[in-house]
């Protein structure tokens, strides 16, 4: 079990330009969710997957945002024309299944400027 | 829409003292997961509660859910400074979370 890994860590961007996140989830897990966390506010869910089909996408997101998780392993998760208010941290996390808990990984900071 | 709303939003309490932080959800569901999170790191899972009923206990922590009332509690006995952290419920599939109680224990 080498945990949930997400790179990049830390992501500086212009507002306008497109950024990309990777998730690596635990090996044996087959769900993966995204998180939005601002600070001293609570994970605002983004999507979730069981294998690589994506459940379910926030209402609240724009069409701006999409995540994939191609063959049931990685994830990305991109957001074009970033904006200043998609300033936040990033978490993934996943889980072996329904009443599992969910296993986050450390989260990519992202600052638009 | 789920809503899942606790209370209070921050807890500052003595050492040696017991207190019960709330969680209410909105629309039915089996799976209330407890979460808790340090400045500046991710989110460790603390318990996981999927039926009517469940009540699980760790150390001084101990979680209980009432379905029909749509109610967590998470009960802190003789709390000590190392419980200091924020204490997050999540309910459903999507596992949708609550702003969050930040506990301050103080020495």
Known sequence: DTGVSQDPRHKITKRGQNVTFRCDPISE?????????????????????QNEAQLEKSRLLSDRFSAERPKGSFSTLEIQRTEQGDSAMYLCASSLGVSSPLHFGNGTRLTVT | ELKVE??????????GKNYTIYCNYSTTSDRLYW??????KSLESLFVLLSNGAVKQEGRLMASLDTKARLSTLHITAAVHDLSATYFCAVDDKIIFGKGTRLHILP
Request: charged share 15%; proline share 8%; glycine share 8%.
């Open chain 1, 29 to 49: 897990h087959n769900r993966l969710y995204w998180y939005r966390q601002t600070l001293g506010q609570g994970p605002e869910f983004l999507t979730y997957f």
């Open chain 2, 6 to 15: 606790q209370n209070p939003l921050f807890l500052s309490m003595q050492e």
């Open chain 2, 35 to 40: 979460y808790r999170q340090d400045p500046g």
